[in-house]
């Protein structure tokens, strides 16, 4: 793609896959290397092929759909939470090498988006377009770290506060 789209300015990392699986219950690794394999790896393998592209038009912006779970992970989904976790990591490893180049890494960090992923869950959901609205105003604005919705934000705030109070809260909550 990257060799037949050579004015790209904004590159937009949305692919993701959830299986919904803590890492014991799971019955073998498949699931959890899928994931790891989508979700970090199919982000790098992107962000390689689109960094020289982005170079050569002015340094333009990477925008990595991680998800709260990044920061706060929820052993439900545990291999969901490692990968997203490796995806974090990889967006805050890029701002580095990609500075020199004026390219913006932003990650984006929602908690439950109203969309096939999240089908058939109860709990509140976030509707794509408010996602979309806050990534648009964090490009404007050259935010590199957004938490779109009330869940995100309240969790962000809580892991600046408390980390290991959030962590307990979150596994209690989880639990009942």
Known sequence: MASRCRDVSILINNAGV???TSLLTASD??????EMEVNYFGTLAMCRAFAPVLQANGGGAIVNMESIVSRM????????????????SLTQSLR??????????????????????????????EPPSR????????????VEDIYPG??????????ALDPKALERQMAEILAS
């Open 18 to 20: 959830n299986h919904n």
């Open 29 to 34: 690794l498949t699931s959890a290397r899928e």
């Open 73 to 88: 992970p929820l052993h439900i989904m545990g291999s969901l939470s490692a990968s997203k976790a490796a995806g974090l």
């Open 96 to 125: 580095g090498e990609l500075k020199p180049h004026n390219t913006l890494v932003v990650a984006v960090m929602p908690g439950a988006v109203d969309t096939r992923m999240t089908e058939g869950q109860d709990l509140p959901k």
């Open 131 to 142: 996602i979309a609205a806050a990534l648009i105003d964090a490009l404007q604005r050259s």
């Open 150 to 159: 009330d869940m995100a934000s309240g969790i962000a705030a809580g892991l």
